[in-house]
């Protein structure tokens, strides 16, 4: 499979706002916030420096579409 053919698939089953780099920075937030170390990660994803794991953690994301915010707290 090429980059772009998983690309199309992946747009294809889950919409125009999701891409292999999406779900790939996905993958990543939720391994860092369950604990994972960069290494473990990096034994998955094959990046191989931290600096990259560092680049696809997206914890603002996670702070920005926090639903307990909405609770007014």
Known sequence: LTDMS???RIK???GEGYSAHSLRASFVT???????D???????????TTAM?????????IKQ???AKKLGW
């Not at 794991?53 to 994301?61: A, D, H, P, Q």
């Open 65 to 67: 579409h926090n639903a």
């Open 6 to 8: 998983v690309d199309d």
């Open 30 to 36: 939720i391994a860092k916030l369950n604990g994972a």
């Open 12 to 14: 294809h089953y889950l």
């Open 38 to 48: 960069d290494s473990e990660v990096m034994q998955q994803t094959k990046h191989k």
């Open 53 to 61: 794991i560092r680049r696809y953690t997206r914890l603002e994301s």
